[in-house]
């Protein structure tokens, strides 16, 4: 038989085949969940797309929507993407600046994982009439991912963006 074994880290997943779903309303960084990387020879980039990401003003406690981007370069562990779904649905009726949302993400995915380079970058939908698209990164500090990080934070949206482009 090929594939993923029970061994690899299938053992201690919760939600991925899980008919009984709760959906939780408050931030809840609990819910994530990894396995194994079973390809650590090699570098690779994981990205995901949660372009019905929502989260509320705290002061105003309107709701604010972006597509949230997020890529990492795994370690030894790989998020579950189902636990992430329900991590991300857990900003429902959580207030935060757009930029906090961000950094708490990439900190509980560091937490988490331990990945080698990671990357998240919320594009708000314009409210008031501005928008706001708050990007953070972080490599292990000494190693080469610590450079790549400082590089693409150097060189991140060098280019402005064009108003076709959300």
Same mark, same amino acid.
């Given at each position: 038989?090929?594939?993923?074994?029970?061994?690899?880290?299938?053992?201690?997943?919760?939600?991925?085949?899980?008919?009984?779903?709760?959906?939780?309303?408050?931030?809840?960084?609990?819910?994530?969940?990894?396995?194994?990387?079973?390809?650590?020879?090699?570098?690779?980039?994981? $990205? /995901?797309?949660?372009?019905?990401?929502? #989260?509320?003003? !705290?002061?105003?406690?309107?709701?604010?929507?972006? =597509?949230? +981007?997020?890529?990492?370069?795994?370690?030894?562990?790989?998020?579950?993407?189902?636990?992430?779904?329900?991590?991300?649905?857990?900003?429902?009726?959580?207030?935060?600046?757009?930029?906090?949302?961000?950094?708490?993400?990439?900190?509980?995915?560091?937490?988490?994982?331990?990945?080698?380079?990671?990357?998240?970058?919320? $594009? /708000?939908?314009?409210?008031?009439?501005? #928008?706001?698209? !708050?990007?953070?990164?972080?490599?292990?500090?000494? =190693?080469? +991912?610590?450079?790549?990080?400082?590089?693409?934070?150097?060189?991140?949206?060098?280019?402005?963006?064009?108003?076709?482009?959300?």
């Amino acid at each position: 038989m090929s594939g993923r074994s029970h061994e690899e880290g299938l053992k201690d997943l919760t939600l991925l085949g899980n008919q009984q779903t709760k959906y939780t309303f408050n931030y809840a960084p609990e819910v994530l969940e990894a396995v194994d990387n079973l390809h650590t020879n090699r570098d690779y980039f994981v $990205k /995901f797309n949660c372009p019905e990401f929502t #989260s509320l003003c !705290p002061l105003t406690h309107q709701p604010d929507f972006a =597509t949230m +981007y997020i890529s990492y370069i795994p370690n030894k562990k790989i998020v579950e993407s189902k636990s992430l779904k329900l991590y991300l649905f857990s900003f429902r009726n959580h207030g935060d600046f757009h930029e906090d949302c961000v950094n708490i993400i990439m900190n509980d995915l560091i937490k988490l994982l331990e990945p080698k380079y990671i990357e998240v970058w919320g $594009k /708000f939908t314009p409210r008031g009439g501005i #928008s706001i698209d !708050p990007w953070c990164n972080y490599g292990i500090p000494g =190693t080469k +991912y610590e450079e790549m990080a400082h590089f693409r934070l150097m060189n991140h949206d060098i280019y402005p963006e064009k108003i076709d482009n959300r």
